[in-house]
């Protein structure tokens, strides 16, 4: 791609990563005649096609990262390294977080060995957010768009839940185009919406913000550009940032502000490897809290045989919803709620998530049946606890020469307690149904990364501000999912744009004061 803009030009912001949160501070920055220079560590990807494992390898990130406590060693989270970043990957789902769980310390604060705190954002300023975030991203049930058509897999979990006494029952709304609008195709329920969505119906950070920034004239993306550093001046604000070219060369460029949207696990690597002798621990790190109370959501993935053909790969692989249980209630035994949401795997999928191991004559019988499975997947609230975090290995560094990051993760128990209340009433839907083979697979590699650099009321209790402008640093911003005060029981995605828009405009008016 053509270089807009020099790399001694201080009066640029350098937004890191190009997925969701980046991508949209990007196109709202950009259009605003503000100029923007958009580092992404991967390349733009070429083709999309409905061959899972062939686009599971164009999209997935698969630089080192380290898994400790209960996260798999060799491949502990999924982020993807592409223009438009995990967008591309991900289902579509944007329910919004509830107004209750924005205020977890309600019902979290008495279990042990947490870190749970409110978040700083008033809800009436949220709901406009969401409302703008919609509007953008065309999520089909709102503004008017119908929303998707259930597929079968979908009226299993509809018919089960009615017999198994359960009402909050919907497709829910979706970043997929339910009729052509915003430039993109409806939906042709062509399934295999994580393969990248070979029609363009669902919104991603590439096809939607990406795209829009570069019709104006102010934005430049810079794919293959690996971020390694932000440095500081002598005032302590970040003033250049420092990262490996498509042809290996380390380079600089200078900034007015930064946007860190590097994934929940990359935004706070960077930050800890910014150290300097005026933030040892890391930029923007006084608190201690950079990489800390990482969240991931309570997952579980339940599939089940049903007695008669279900086809769950056609489709839309994600629009259907049951809410029954996101109200949290004592008397289940655990503090928060849950969701339950339709999910569909290729056969290759199937194996690795929901029955890995799995082998022999029995499993050779139920394989067959692939076209009689049902699927859903369990998500949670997880409560943010310090001690899961991000932090850099030692000794072992990537091809860039920066250090690995490590990932620990452990259940709480209260999680455990979720899980396994959840996987029952999963069950009972099935069952209800007259399927006697339901299987829990194990966790699946996460996907929603939250918390790490979170927002908080006060700078003791974490990394930025209701603004996402870090406490430490004034022209240094988080973009991502990093930001989130607490998981919910949602989907993120819809909540990152959200805060993305409101960030930008918060940077916006700093720069008309004068402020930035």
């Known amino acids: 791609m053509a270089k807009v803009f020099d790399n001694r030009d201080d009066g640029v912001v350098v937004v890191i990563g190009s997925g969701a949160g980046g991508a949209t501070v990007s196109r709202e920055l950009s259009s605003a005649g503000i100029k923007v220079v958009c580092l992404e560590a991967g390349g733009p990807v070429d083709r999309i096609e409905t061959d899972a494992a062939r686009m599971f390898g164009k999209l997935t990130w698969f630089d080192k990262r380290i898994g400790s406590g209960d996260l798999?060693?060799?491949?502990?989270?999924?982020?993807?390294?592409?223009?438009?970043?995990t967008?591309?990957?991900?289902?579509?789902?944007?329910?919004r977080i509830p107004q209750a769980e924005f205020a977890p310390r309600r019902y979290f604060s008495a279990l042990a060995d947490c870190s749970v705190i409110d978040w700083p954002v008033p809800y009436a300023e949220m709901e406009r957010a969401y409302e703008r975030a919609e509007r953008a991203m065309g999520v089909s049930g709102t503004h008017g768009w119908p929303k998707l058509p259930g597929n079968n897999?979908?009226?299993?979990?509809q018919a089960g839940g009615r017999k198994a006494g359960l009402q909050k029952i919907d497709v829910g709304n979706m970043a997929i185009n339910s009729v052509l609008q915003g430039g993109r195709s409806a939906c042709l329920q062509l399934g295999f919406c994580v393969s990248g969505c070979a029609v363009q119906a669902k919104w991603t950070a590439a096809n939607t913000p990406i795209a829009q920034a570069l019709e104006t004239e102010h934005f430049e993306l810079r794919p293959r550009s690996f971020v390694v550093r932000i440095e500081t001046g002598a005032d302590g604000r970040a003033s250049e940032v420092v990262y490996v070219d498509a042809q290996g060369a380390r380079q600089r460029q200078r900034a007015r502000a930064v946007c860190v949207a590097a994934n929940a696990i990359d935004t706070p690597r960077i930050l800890l490897n910014s150290d300097s002798s005026r933030f040892p621990q890391g930029l923007a790190n006084r608190s201690g809290h950079v990489g800390r109370n990482y969240m991931k959501h309570v997952f579980s993935i339940v599939t089940a045989i049903m007695p008669k053909p279900v086809h769950f790969h056609r489709g839309t692989q994600n629009s259907g919803k049951v809410y029954d249980f996101v109200t949290g209630d004592p008397a289940r035994g655990f503090a928060g709620g849950f969701a339950f949401e339709q999910v569909a795997f290729d056969p290759a999928s199937l194996v690795r998530l929901a029955r890995p191991g799995a082998w022999g004559q029995e499993?050779?019988?139920?394989?067959?049946?692939?076209?009689?499975?049902?699927?859903?997947?369990?998500?949670?609230?997880?409560?943010?606890?310090?001690?899961?975090?991000?932090?850099?290995h030692a000794t072992e560094k990537d091809q860039y020469g920066m250090p690995v990051p490590v990932v620990h993760y452990v259940d709480h128990p209260n999680s455990r307690a979720m899980r396994t209340f959840a996987q029952a009433r999963a069950r009972e839907i099935y069952a209800a149904l007259g399927s006697r083979e339901v299987f829990f697979g194990p966790p699946p590699?996460?996907?929603?990364?939250?918390?790490?650099?979170?927002?908080?009321?006060?700078a003791e209790d974490g990394v930025c501000d209701a603004w996402g402008r870090t406490f430490d640093v004034p022209n240094l911003f988080v973009s991502d999912g990093s930001l989130l005060s607490s998981s919910g029981s949602s989907n993120p995605t819809l909540t990152i744009v959200a805060l993305a828009l409101r960030q930008a405009d918060h940077i916006k008016e700093s720069m008309r004061r004068a402020e930035l």
Not at 363 to 392: C, K, W
Not at 446 to 452: F, I, L, Q, S
Request: charged fraction near 15%; glycine fraction near 8%; aromatic fraction near 10%.
């Open 153 to 157: 897999n979908f009226r299993v979990l």
């Open 363 to 392: 499993y050779a019988s139920q394989i067959r049946r692939y076209d009689h499975f049902a699927a859903l997947l369990v998500m949670g609230e997880d409560p943010a606890q310090p001690a899961n975090r991000v932090t850099l």
């Open 72 to 85: 798999p060693a060799d491949f502990p989270v999924w982020s993807g390294k592409n223009v438009g970043g």
């Open 87 to 95: 967008t591309l990957h991900w289902t579509g789902s944007t329910p």
């Open 445 to 458: 590699p996460a996907t929603h990364n939250m918390g790490t650099c979170r927002m908080a009321r006060r």
